[in-house]
């Protein structure tokens, strides 16, 4: 395993409600990524994080923020949860040498459900 | 605007055939490709990697063809197993640029013994 942590691994909750999701590694890997699953639609990326407190928008960002105060944990957080926002999420983290960087290594995923 | 787009959605072969999964991709920005795979209830594994100045990696019955000019490339396995039935995805990204992957939509595979 690529040290990589997902919690919760499942989650129900209500339309309106904030959720938060925590990505931990133990890599002390530079960059950090959240990505939503989707049928059809592969993984879309949400947002990244280069470094502590270094974030920026992924493809699909909207309704969604995150926060990255130290290196191995990465938050995604839901403010306000939409039934569009029901997905599986994953969590990856990727090294840097050099120019270089090294491959994604993703978490097993939370499977969030919005009712 | 999907900018990898893979094909088949679904596949199935017969223990011992090949299986064949294409992607096309339009931002000629892109740098680096790697496939992933897939089981249910996982993330995706890094499976085989390639870069546009190659046009062939093989990485045991698992092989990358890649054609720069087309803007396609492709994973061939060779001699399949009922093992490596799961889910395929092909994916994109600029290593310049913090190496955010864009993936293509994923392809089914299922070995049949």
């Known amino acids: 395993d690529a040290g990589i942590t997902q919690s919760p691994r499942h989650k129900v909750t209500e339309t309106g409600t904030p959720v938060t999701l925590r990505c931990h590694q133990t890599?002390?890997?530079?960059?950090m990524y959240w990505y939503r699953q989707d049928p059809g639609h592969g993984l879309r990326l949400i947002h990244y994080s280069y470094g502590v407190k270094d974030t920026d928008k992924g493809e699909v960002s909207d309704g969604y923020s995150v926060s990255r105060s130290k290196t191995e944990d990465f938050l995604l957080t839901l403010e306000s949860a939409t039934s569009s926002q029901t997905s599986v999420y994953f969590c990856?983290?990727?090294?840097?040498?050099?120019?270089?960087?090294?491959?994604?290594?993703f978490g097993d995923g939370t499977r969030l459900s919005i009712l | 605007q999907q900018q990898v787009k893979q094909s088949p959605q679904s596949l199935i072969v017969q223990k011992g055939g090949i299986s064949i999964i294409n992607c096309a991709y339009e931002?000629?920005?892109?740098?680096?490709f790697p496939w992933y795979q897939q089981f249910p209830g996982k993330g995706p594994a890094l499976l085989i990697a390639i870069r546009p100045d190659v046009s062939e990696k093989k990485e045991g019955r698992f092989t990358i063809s890649f054609n720069k000019s087309a803007k396609q490339f492709s994973l061939h396995i060779m001699d399949s197993q009922p093992g490596d039935s799961a889910t395929y995805f092909c994916a994109a990204s600029i290593k310049a640029a913090g190496n955010k992957l864009t993936f293509g939509g994923g392809t089914r595979v299922l070995v049949k013994p």
């Open positions: 890599e002390n890997h530079r960059y």
């Open positions: 931002n000629t920005a892109f740098d680096y």
């Open positions: 990856a983290i990727s090294g840097h040498t050099g120019e270089s960087n090294q491959p994604q290594h």
